[in-house]
């Protein structure tokens, strides 16, 4: 997930698809059990790009939470991923 290219410095398909598999891997961190191992065994997954773009994802995530649309069986949400922006991380 750090690995992905989140900036506008590439192709508008190759963004979408690489929003699309940070999508993917948030969900699978949230409810797969792959995922939530992963989570245990190397911490929060980390997603870094364009600050404005790390801003609106980071909005749109918030947003899941406060919807409870986060997680299936929902109690304290504890984020799966970590979105930086330029140094600064945000959960």
Request: proline share 3%; charged share 25%.
């Amino acid at each position: 997930m750090a690995q992905l290219n989140l900036s506008h410095e590439q192709e508008d398909y190759q963004l979408a698809s690489n929003l699309r598999r940070a999508l993917s891997g948030i969900v699978a961190g949230n409810v797969k059990a792959q995922g939530i191992q992963e989570i245990e065994t190397h911490g929060p997954f980390e997603l870094s790009g364009d600050p404005e773009m790390m801003r609106s994802l980071d909005e749109l995530l918030a947003s899941f939470v406060e919807q409870r649309r986060m997680k299936i069986n929902y109690q304290e949400y504890k984020p799966c991923y970590r979105i930086r922006v330029g140094d600064a991380a945000e959960a």
